[in-house]
């Protein structure tokens, strides 16, 4: 069985213990905490500078793979406690693994400290993972290799697994779609996965995570990963960001309050990063977004839904019927490349294409990027009109040339959207689309918000 975690996050539906307890010390919520974001692929962290750059037709796969993961979510597809049997008796099972799997995993990570003393770890953070998780020693099935030392529980004196019968582990259910399984201790076990059953697998924990200078979270509630199989770069772990009272999010919202937002930095496959990401969780000036209703969807209410009700292409809209705005649509920021339903991609394809290539030859498709031209992204920027992605409410998203498109290998550069094949397939907007653009989620007053210029 090939396993790895499953990326995205109700509000806090319940308190846990270990909220409660925050509660009681803090009556009053703490300065916004603010925490640097890279790119998997970036080279602004030093201890990256070995990392050798995914090609970006994997990278693509990738974006393929985490596309069918929410699909399966929205579908229920998922794994019960009867694969549980080579973690709770290892001994008893002999198992392949599949370090590289091709896997849908995020693309930016922060640095968090986790134990007492801590230690730090460089962690995926995902809007579409409802749980958080780290790889853990002794790794008893398989750990993928991470820059630094796997979480070592027995290093931490404040660190504590968590049996069968407490709240959180009847809450996995929710957070990951699969069922908690228990060891022959009472101690419960975690399945993060996708619908290929690929992710992560271990023990529902308990210790201190340190976030920022001086900034703590005692009690948070994680799964220590005995088995982590897939491609997920050298990161340590999943931290998730999604409305589901297990996610990292819900668990510091008493702390600092129902309120987050980051700013995603530039990347291309071709080694150019931005620099300034963030995240930030707590409660920003909000004067300068515009807003969209937030909207929850009964198949998967941890995920962030908005409603994409127009697209226009240098001041003029689209010519698509409403019929094709109306499939479910959610913002992710693990998602690479925005998809679109059939009818409202082949519009703005074909108004792209018909600007682009009066200067720029088109070519073949580069994997799931079927509208491709010769020429570098600096020299087709310059006659890439200004696209808007319109939202209910008033809200909308003003794409730069970066936003629009991509150069996925010198000397070829394509549009950064892609098709939904199939009509019942949710429409995402993608971090490629969300990039240099400061994005709040405001889950006190249901709102998604947008504003320009957040980082670079």
Request: glycine share 8%.
């Amino acid at each position: 069985m090939m396993l790895i975690f499953s990326l995205l996050f109700t509000l806090l539906l319940a308190r846990t213990s270990s909220v409660r307890e925050i509660r009681e010390v803090d009556q009053h919520k703490h300065p916004a905490l603010h925490l640097p974001l890279y790119h998997v692929q970036g080279r602004q962290d030093s201890d990256q500078t070995s990392e050798t750059p995914l090609p970006f037709s994997e990278a693509l796969a990738l974006d393929r793979t985490r596309v069918m993961f929410l699909n399966s979510r929205l579908a229920k597809k998922n794994t019960t406690a009867a694969d549980l049997g080579r973690l709770i008796d290892p001994k008893s099972v002999n198992v392949p693994l599949n370090p590289g799997v091709s896997l849908g995993i995020a693309n930016y990570y922060t640095k968090v400290g986790l134990g007492t003393p801590p230690t730090y770890y460089r962690v995926v953070v995902d809007t579409g993972s409802s749980f958080s998780w780290i790889q853990c020693e002794p790794c008893k099935v398989y750990c993928h290799p991470q820059i630094g030392s796997y979480f070592n529980p027995s290093a931490s004196r404040t660190y504590k697994q968590l049996s069968c019968d407490t709240r959180q582990c009847s809450a996995l259910e929710v957070a990951t779609l699969n069922d908690p399984g228990c060891t022959s201790s009472n101690v419960c076990i975690y399945i993060s996965t996708y619908g290929d059953t690929s992710g992560s697998m271990g023990y529902l924990s308990r210790d201190s995570l340190s976030l920022g200078t001086g900034q703590a979270l005692p009690n948070f509630v994680f799964g220590c990963g005995q088995d982590n199989e897939g491609l997920f770069g050298k990161s340590a772990g999943i931290f998730g960001l999604a409305r589901n009272e297990l996610s990292m999010f819900s668990q510091l919202s008493p702390k600092y309050g129902s309120v987050f937002s980051y700013c995603l930095p530039t990347n291309t496959p071709l080694g150019k990063i931005g620099s300034g990401g963030f995240l930030s969780i707590g409660k920003p000036s909000l004067s300068s977004f515009k807003f969209t209703p937030m909207l929850s969807e009964p198949q998967d209410p941890t995920l962030y839904f908005l409603k994409l009700s127009a697209i226009s292409v240098a001041g003029r809209r689209l010519g698509v019927a409403a019929s094709g705005y109306r499939v479910p649509t959610i913002i992710d920021s693990g998602t690479t490349i925005s998809r679109l339903t059939a009818s409202v991609y082949k519009v703005l394809r074909q108004e792209l294409v018909r600007i682009i290539s009066s200067e720029y030859q088109v070519t073949g498709a580069y994997s799931i990027l079927d509208a491709c031209f010769k020429g570098t992204s600096v020299e087709i920027s310059k006659i890439v009109p200004k696209v808007q992605l319109i939202f209910n409410g008033g809200a909308d998203l003003d794409l730069a040339p970066h936003n629009v498109i991509l150069e996925v290998e010198k000397g070829t550069t394509c549009l950064a959207f892609a098709n939904n094949s199939d009509p019942s397939e949710v429409a995402i907007i993608g971090n490629q689309q969300q990039q240099t653009i400061e994005v709040v989620y405001d889950l006190s007053n249901s709102r998604i918000g947008f504003a320009t210029g957040g980082c670079h």
